[in-house]
């Protein structure tokens, strides 16, 4: 039990550390719901102007957690911009400190709620949004990133037409996300259930494509298929949700199993 507390305590330091570093990190800005209220935002519409001094085009990782897809992204790409988001920040830190280590311009993490991500960009800002293992969130339709109540968040920002690129291991959200899109006649650039076994795909896709994060990695030394896809969100007409049953994940995370007890959800 001693042992439990101390690593308790070690690991409490460890957060606060790297809270307090990513205060003084000039590639980070930390707007969660309770501070955005009390001090709002002023750079939206204002990304590349006022933080990478350039015209590129906007690439937005939601739910980025250590921020690996966001950095290895921008180094494949150094004539685009990339903005890691999410509600964690000592996850966050790891690509933060790494992007500013290696020097990457191109790079900005910004931590606050997905569900006000709107307040944080202007129209047409965003040019694409990565999502990469989502919490399939299969008791609340509303929290799903593909859900149409964040698709219609994405449209105040995204270009028409934008691309939105979903990478999972969940075989709940991506016949969820599938349905969602076939629902709306979204345009579907490409789809495949087995990524790094499907041969449609040309070198300069597998190369992007073949970036893991840390959890992808656990999910396929466990054999698990890993499932994208790829498409067009246009800015005009009404979203409508699947109104389908759809068989729940075996399992949750790498180390539980799954939370609910529903044998299916919409």
């Known amino acids: 039990m001693l042992k439990e507390t101390i690593k308790s305590k070690e690991v409490g330091k460890g957060k606060l550390a ?11 800005f930390q707007y969660p719901f309770s501070t955005y209220e009390e001090h709002p935002f002023t750079m939206q519409g204002r990304w590349c102007k006022d933080f990478f001094h350039n015209n590129n085009p906007i690439v937005l990782e939601l739910g980025c957690g250590k921020g690996e897809y966001t950095v290895e992204l921008a ?23 790494q992007a500013l280590n290696e020097r990457l311009t191109n790079v900005a993490f910004l931590r606050t ?13 965003v040019q694409e949004i990565w999502l990469t293992f989502s919490d399939p969130q299969m008791k609340n339709p509303r929290k799903r990133l593909t859900s149409t ?18 990478k999972t ?23 495949t259930e ?38 067009h969100l246009p800015q005009q007409g009404t979203l409508e949700e699947p109104d389908v049953e759809i068989e729940l994940d075996e399992y949750r995370s790498y180390h539980r199993t ?4 529903l044998e299916k959800a919409k």
Do not use: C
């Open 18 to 28: 790297k809270f307090a570093d990513m205060e003084k990190y000039e590639n980070v």
């Open 75 to 97: 180094r494949l790409y150094p004539d685009m911009n990339f903005i890691g988001v999410d509600i964690k920040g000592a996850r966050m830190w790891t690509g933060a400190t």
């Open 113 to 125: 709620n997905i569900e006000i991500i709107d307040r944080f960009f202007s129209k047409d800002e």
């Open 149 to 166: 109540f964040f698709m219609n968040r994405y449209r105040w920002f995204l270009v028409d037409n934008g691309i939105i690129h979903l």
């Open 169 to 191: 291991d969940s075989n709940f959200l991506f016949t969820y996300t599938s349905l969602m899109v076939e629902r709306n006649a979204l345009p579907t650039v490409f789809r």
């Open 194 to 231: 087995d990524l790094y076994h499907d041969e449609r795909m040309d070198e300069q896709t597998r190369k992007i494509l073949s970036i893991q994060t840390y959890y992808e990695s656990m999910w396929i030394a466990r054999g698990l298929n890993i499932k994208y896809m790829k498409w």
């Open 258 to 261: 799954k939370r609910s007890s």
